[in-house]
Every structure is written in structure tokens, then in C-alpha cells.
């Protein structure tokens, strides 16, 4: 196997520099928001927390929206992975179940993450041209649940995941309580796996 030439070897690395910077600033990003909440997260802070300058930050995020978008793009990438293990895990019982309860427990295991990908005014498009691949891999785990349903199994998604993300904030603002999820996911269930 041939050694690639220095000038390649060289731009590989900083390459390799850059994205592991980026995940630095995310990683931080995410760790200050679990702990302190996103109105502590500034480039300002950031830079302290990973000992970088303001100016490195920039060289990989436009401004602080960038950093929030691209951990709401991985919360994204991580809810699809966990909803995909949760479709795929089901030997017997409802996968749409499975993956119900999947969704509820990564909104209450991940609330910064979640109210980034969800509550926090970004710019990430959704259902269009320009929705990065993340986006459209969680989504396309609720289609899996409806295909061949006699509803368009994009509508069929979008409800589905609009309930749960209902369940998901008025549980974690304590709206609803908590003795009855087990009973509102069996339910929410059979009102999409029923016979049409």
C-alpha cells in the first residue's frame, strides 16, 4: 500500500483537527446547556470551557445559532438510532409501542438536547429541499410504522409524533402525571394500530 504523498497526509490531519475542534464545541455546548441551561451556552463561555479562541469558534460556527443548529442536527441523528434500535429490537409485542416508549425516554433522558431540537427558534428546515439527512432519518423511523396503512403514512407519521412530543413537554413541565405514562402510551398505541 503506497504512504500518500506529505501535502495529503498533511491536509488529512487538518481535516481530522477540524471536525474533532467541532465536536469539542458541541460536546461543550451540550454539557453547559444539561447542566446550566442554553442561556448559559455563548461563544464566550465556550471558548473558556475548551481553552480555544473566540475567533477558532467562529472558524467553524457562523454565531451561536450555528452551534445550537448543529446540536439540535446530532440530537437528531441520535433520536433516529434510537428509534431505528427500538423498531428493529421487537421480537414480540407492538413495535409501534417500542418505539413510543423509545422516543418518551430519549426526551426525558436528553431534556437540553431535546428542547434544542425542538423548543429553541433555529433555523433548521424541516420537510423540504434542505432538511439535512438527520431530520429525515428520525422521520423516516415513524414511516416505518405506517407503511401499507391505508393513510398516507406521512400524515400517520407526523400525528404520531406530534402526540408524542405533546406527551414528551407536558410530562417534563409536569402537566401530566407520571403515574399514568405507561397507560397513555398503550393508549396513544392502539389509537394508530388500530384496524382501519
Given at each position: 500500500?503506497?504512504?500518500?504523498?506529505?501535502?495529503?497526509?498533511?491536509?488529512?490531519?487538518?481535516?481530522?483537527?477540524?471536525?474533532?475542534?467541532?465536536?469539542?464545541?458541541?460536546?461543550?455546548?451540550?454539557?453547559?446547556?444539561?447542566?446550566?441551561?442554553?442561556?448559559?451556552?455563548?461563544?464566550?463561555?465556550?471558548?473558556?470551557?475548551?481553552?480555544y479562541s473566540q475567533p477558532v469558534?467562529?472558524?467553524?460556527?457562523?454565531?451561536?445559532?450555528?452551534?445550537?443548529?448543529?446540536?439540535?442536527?446530532?440530537?437528531?441523528?441520535?433520536?433516529?438510532?434510537?428509534?431505528?434500535?427500538?423498531?428493529?429490537?421487537?421480537?414480540?409485542?407492538?413495535?409501534?409501542?417500542?418505539?413510543a416508549a423509545a422516543y418518551l425516554?430519549?426526551?426525558?433522558?436528553?431534556?437540553?438536547?431535546?428542547?434544542?431540537?425542538?423548543?429553541?427558534?433555529l433555523t433548521v428546515p424541516f420537510?423540504?429541499?434542505?432538511?439535512?439527512?438527520?431530520?429525515?432519518?428520525?422521520?423516516?423511523?415513524?414511516?416505518?410504522?405506517?407503511?401499507?396503512?391505508?393513510?398516507?403514512?406521512?400524515?400517520?407519521?407526523?400525528?404520531?409524533?406530534?402526540?408524542?412530543?405533546?406527551?414528551?413537554?407536558?410530562?417534563?413541565?409536569?402537566?401530566?402525571?407520571?403515574?399514568?405514562?405507561?397507560?397513555?402510551?398503550?393508549?396513544?398505541?392502539?389509537?394508530?394500530?388500530?384496524?382501519?
Open positions: 500500500m503506497k504512504t500518500p504523498p506529505p501535502a495529503n497526509r498533511i491536509a488529512e490531519r487538518k481535516l481530522r483537527d477540524k471536525q474533532t475542534r467541532r465536536a469539542q464545541i458541541i460536546t461543550a455546548a451540550r454539557q453547559i446547556a444539561e447542566i446550566e441551561g442554553w442561556s448559559n451556552v455563548t461563544v464566550r463561555r465556550l471558548a473558556d470551557e475548551i481553552s469558534l467562529y472558524a467553524h460556527f457562523e454565531n451561536r445559532e450555528g452551534i445550537l443548529a448543529a446540536v439540535a442536527i446530532e440530537g437528531f441523528q441520535e433520536l433516529g438510532l434510537a428509534l431505528e434500535k427500538a423498531r428493529k429490537r421487537v421480537k414480540r409485542g407492538s413495535t409501534v409501542e417500542s418505539v425516554e430519549f426526551a426525558a433522558s436528553s431534556p437540553a438536547m431535546y428542547e434544542a431540537m425542538f423548543s429553541l427558534t420537510d423540504n429541499a434542505a432538511t439535512p439527512p438527520e431530520l429525515r432519518f428520525a422521520f423516516s423511523q415513524f414511516l416505518e410504522l405506517f407503511q401499507g396503512q391505508s393513510l398516507k403514512p406521512e400524515v400517520l407519521s407526523e400525528l404520531f409524533w406530534a402526540n408524542l412530543h405533546g406527551i414528551a413537554e407536558l410530562t417534563r413541565t409536569k402537566r401530566f402525571p407520571p403515574s399514568r405514562q405507561k397507560e397513555r402510551v398503550r393508549t396513544l398505541v392502539d389509537l394508530f394500530t388500530l384496524p382501519r
